[in-house]
């Protein structure tokens, strides 16, 4: 408890350093800002997601579209409204733009991923 | 003898007790089930449910334009903007719609009826029989969806559509709605607001929008909902009825 107590002021404490800084400049993302940032581990452990994230989303696709099955932890949109960080204004940053969560390891695995032809890239109404 | 006569007895006794117990804990039961449908959808869709509309045309209003609009927030379609360079008038046919009016007139008499025109959710849907990836499909509970996916883009539901109700998606679009995923080159329709229907609630757009009170949506299997009860009192029928494809979408008054 008191560890992850810690965990969220030292999270809190390096944003509001990022934001007294003010080195961001809008458009670009502050590091900090994501919900991700403030988490410890996602859906599944890190290294299961690294290998599998694919897998699990375009299982996910099918039941949510064939099936209407939308509260599952396995959600595209649960990726971008976690993952998607804010700029200095507040303003939620794309995912999939340069230096953001998707495209930072897509680009250097050298990975083209089709999701956000369609699907929307910041956080989004219900 | 006496012994048996009381076993019964003592059944039936634990029999009503059960009952009670149940009836007791019906209202908690009831209220967890109305919770969970309020939360998104964590089971698969069935044939239980079968969505339908009821529209009636005497209520609906020339020149009145609420539930288009009421759609095209809904699902994103006023954020497609036309290609740079576009011909107006091609644009005006091309661009995406869901929901459409349409104003009829019979000739001979002169009548003018309005009503709205969007996919129909035939039981038997010719864009399902087309498809050659299978992106075009009926969900169990009725709804005649896209799974774009897997669409090619070829069009050839559009044109075994009877109702004029499907929209390609020509070039990129800039901004999306997380609810209403759209990209170039897929095919698109009326999906009776499935992210609402998939998030526990009950309504369209459409039918909200509707300050006519024309537009009548619910459950076709379920006797008592709203669109049932308007069904089984007035006359309706199926546009295109001759192709037998029971659609899900019925009109009064035409």
Known sequence: MTGKRSITLLAILVSSLFFGLGTAHAGEGVEGTAKADKLTSCVEPTPV??????EFIEH???LTVHQGIRGSKHSLAGCVDCHARRDASGKPVPVNAEGEFCNTCHEYAAVEFDCFMCHSTVPGEK | MSSTSDQGRRDFL???????????????VVLHTLQAQAEPRTTPVTDKVRWGMLIDTSKCVEGCNDCVEACDQENGLDLVNKPEGADDALWERQRPQWIRHVKLKDNMTGRITNL??????????PCVDVCPTGASFKRADGIVMVDRHICIGCRYCMMACPYKARSFIHADVAEKLTRAPRGKGCVESCNFCVHRLDNGQTTTACQDACKHQAIVFGDLKDPDSPVSKALKAYPSVQIRDDLKLNTGVRYTNI
């Open chain 2, 14 to 28: 634990k029999k009503a007790a059960a009952a009670t117990t149940t009836v007791t804990l019906a209202p908690g």
């Open chain 1, 49 to 54: 997601m690294r290998r599998r994230h694919f």
């Open chain 1, 60 to 62: 996910q696709r099918d």
């Open chain 2, 116 to 125: 709205v025109m969007m996919c129909q959710h035939c039981e038997f849907p």
